[in-house]
């Protein structure tokens, strides 16, 4: 319940809106098709649900040892 009412920004309540949109044109146009899609695009936003929304599509980063600089070693060169 607490990430249906939290984090609601301009995105998400559009996305809401044009799902509830669809929802609403498929039940004008008697297509069952429009209403599964408008409530699938309806319940993505509602639930902050989607690719990016919950850095689901992030990249892990590891970060490798560095070496400590005074274990390097230099050479003059002429």
Do not use: H
Not at 12 to 26: D, K, T
């Amino acid at each position: 319940m607490k990430n249906i009412f939290s984090n609601w920004n301009f995105m998400r309540v559009l996305r809401l809106a044009l799902g509830i949109f669809i929802i609403a044109q498929g039940i004008v146009a008697q297509d069952w098709i429009f209403i599964i899609a408008g409530s699938i695009f309806s319940l993505m936003p509602l639930f902050n649900m989607g690719c990016c929304a919950t850095n689901s599509c992030g990249v892990q980063q590891y970060r490798k040892a560095s070496k400590n600089i005074s274990d390097s070693s230099y050479e003059e060169v002429l």
